[in-house]
């Protein structure tokens, strides 16, 4: 599985840094790029709305396959787009690539959490971050030797499914019937569930965190911090450096609670991105992507672990609709955030709009708080974190 996070983690990287590239090519100017990054985040969130009942029909692995083989299909065409409007379908059906793959990796990883019952959800989400941290250095490579984009990103694509060959019959399966897709009662059920409105909206506000970071992070040390391409996409591979180290030690940190991981993440990230957008020094924009990396660290993983628990059934099985609905809530960040920072930045600069994202992380703590609460509200006796009490269990 940690394979399969990594693989994500390399598509994904493979491509974000080099919009700069890609924005010169068609001529965007911030607030169109805003829009046309949107059709990824369209895609992305409705794919990831339908990815809990083709997994509980079909099994992760046919849909991990599945994303993998649009997602190589997408990259190589990325190459040729010309206009605003043609990169903007292109990345509707990039996003939902993504949105199946991420969607359908995470229920198998929650598969793994149960059968070992130790709390390492985190350390598979260090693999996504690794991977994005490994196709960002590759497209820093490739920007710095002035690589075409359509060699690169056919090998990019070639890789991609050449690794899910190998490892695809590594990825659980919950044997057929275990699990249901969010249909019927079950899905006005999860809707009335305050907890996980409220978990919805922690993975939400991380989502516009990593989307802007991921979009614009690169775009943002060049033209306000004056560093070359090559070196600015350097920068979103520190966000992910930052990232995958922290989430390397997530079986420990989790120890101290869901809650306190969370608030102490959401004031390390607000600290971070406005240091980076106030301060007009190239070591400090490193270093506030740096703090914002491994203030975020947590909340994807830790999100989708209190989700995945807060569905499971007598018999162990189950979580599938409630991490398809989290996770289709959390999209909506990706959804709002690029437009939202290209609009901001319209309207006054992007150091402004970097800033206001740094503000947006700090509301991730009130929200985790109430989160906790409404759960406890649920059930009383529910543990404080799940992955952790059956990890002491199992010992």
Do not use: K
């Amino acid at each position: 599985m940690f394979v399969v996070f990594v693989l994500n983690g390399v598509v994904a990287g493979s491509w974000a840094p080099r919009m700069p590239t890609l924005a010169e090519r068609i001529g965007a100017s911030p607030g169109v790029l805003g829009l046309v990054l949107l059709g990824s985040n369209i895609g992305l969130a409705a794919a990831a709305s339908l990815a809990g009942r083709l997994c509980a029909r079909f099994g992760a692995p046919v849909m991990v396959c599945a994303a993998v083989l649009l997602a190589a299909c997408v990259l190589p065409v990325l190459a040729l787009v010309t206009t605003p409007l043609q990169l903007g379908l292109l990345l509707v059906l990039l996003g939902a690539s993504f949105g199946l793959f991420d969607v359908s990796m995470n229920i198998a990883a929650v598969t793994v959490v149960r059968r070992v019952r130790r709390p390492i959800m985190p350390v598979f989400h260090a693999g996504f971050s690794f991977g994005a941290l490994a196709g960002s250095v590759g497209a820093a490579f490739a920007a710095g030797h002035h690589l075409a984009l359509l060699p690169y990103f056919g090998t990019a694509a070639a890789t991609a499914l050449a690794v899910t060959l190998a490892v695809i019959r590594f990825v659980p399966r919950e044997p057929p019937g275990t699990g249901a897709g969010p249909r019927g009662g079950l899905r006005r059920g999860m809707l009335r569930r305050p907890v996980l409105w409220l978990l919805g909206a922690v993975a939400l506000l991380s989502a516009v965190v990593e989307g802007s970071s991921y979009d614009w992070s690169s775009l943002f040390a060049v033209r306000e911090r004056g560093m070359t391409p090559a070196v600015g996409a350097i920068m979103f591979s520190v966000f992910c450096l930052a990232m995958g180290l922290v989430r390397l030690f997530g079986e420990q940190i989790e120890r101290l609670g869901a809650v306190r991981v969370l608030v102490a993440g959401a004031v390390v990230t607000g600290i971070g991105l406005l240091a980076a957008a106030s301060v007009p020094v190239a070591q400090v924009t490193f270093a506030g992507y740096v703090l914002a990396g491994a203030g975020v660290a947590f909340a994807f993983p830790v999100v989708l672990d209190l989700a995945g628990a807060a569905g499971r059934r007598g018999d162990g099985t189950g979580g599938e609709g409630e991490i398809s609905f989290v996770t289709t809530v959390a999209y909506s960040g990706f959804l709002l955030g690029p437009p939202m920072i290209g609009g901001i930045a319209s309207l006054s600069s992007l150091p402004f709009a970097v800033g206001t994202v740094g503000v947006i992380a700090t509301l991730i703590a009130p929200t985790a708080l109430a989160a906790a609460a409404a759960r406890r509200r649920e059930d009383p006796v529910v543990p404080r974190m799940p992955a952790a009490a059956e990890s002491a269990e199992a010992r």
